[in-house]
């Protein structure tokens, strides 16, 4: 079945520092995939998205590039801040509108 | 608009006792979605509805009932609350983008705690 796989964490890095969470997947077809964030005590917030092969996906710095061949979609950003610290989670979509996570990386920038 | 809002956002029951999660959403969207979410095992779905009226299983249905009388409503159900059943519980929504794929959008959890 569809499945995504993530790096376990936690992820600590300084303030400018280069991040990359990486995250790969199983699925049938061709499905859209995801970069969800979640602030503490918050719900999921979509981050960015790739719906096919190739394309690249960013939004506030953040970028990651749907890589078919490696099945994979990693997440980067080239300086992160202290805002940036959350939990980060991979997903994919297939056509049947059922969505599948990754099981999360936290982030932890220090000033 | 208030996107999507759950009732209550946190909750202690003991081991047998019930209770019902509400989502509500005002974005019209057709999908709705139950998951719960445990430390180092990501999100899970419960149950989902394809719109109004309708239910199906998910990935971790047992012990759970849900119910969709209306379109922006969607309840979670625990008849039983077990302490296996500790958790955050997100409920979801989506509606097919302009680009022609489907995005979720979130509520704020719901954190349960069974003794």
């Known amino acids: 079945g569809d499945s995504v796989t993530q790096m376990e964490g936690p992820v600590t890095l300084s303030e400018e520092a280069f991040l990359t969470i990486n995250c790969t997947y199983t699925a049938t077809g061709y499905p859209s995939l995801f970069w969800y964030v979640q602030y503490p005590g918050e719900g999921l917030q979509l981050l960015l998205k790739?719906?096919?092969?190739?394309d690249k996906g960013s939004n506030k710095g953040f970028e990651a590039t749907y890589r078919k061949e490696t099945t994979s979609f990693h997440l980067e950003k080239g300086s992160v801040q202290v805002s940036d610290s959350a939990v980060y989670f991979c997903a994919l979509s297939n056509n049947f509108n059922k969505f599948y996570f990754g099981s999360g990386t936290k982030l932890n920038v220090k000033p | 608009n208030a996107g999507v809002t759950q009732t209550p956002k946190f909750r202690v029951l003991k081991t047998g006792q019930s209770m019902t999660l509400l989502c509500a959403q005002d974005?019209?969207?057709?999908?709705m979605y139950w998951y719960r979410q445990d430390p180092g095992m990501g999100l899970r779905l419960i149950h989902y509805s394809v719109g109004e009226g309708t239910t199906a299983k998910g990935e971790v249905p047992d012990g759970y009932n849900v119910s969709r009388l209306k379109k922006q409503n969607f309840l979670l159900g625990l008849e039983s609350a077990a302490p296996s059943q500790t958790s955050v519980y997100f409920c979801?929504?989506?509606?097919?983008?302009?680009?022609?794929?489907?995005?979720?959008?979130f509520g704020p959890g719901t954190r349960l705690t069974v003794t």
């Open positions: 979801a929504t989506s509606q097919i983008s302009p680009g022609g794929t489907y995005e979720q959008y």
């Open positions: 790739a719906t096919k092969a190739d």
């Open positions: 974005m019209n969207h057709e999908y």
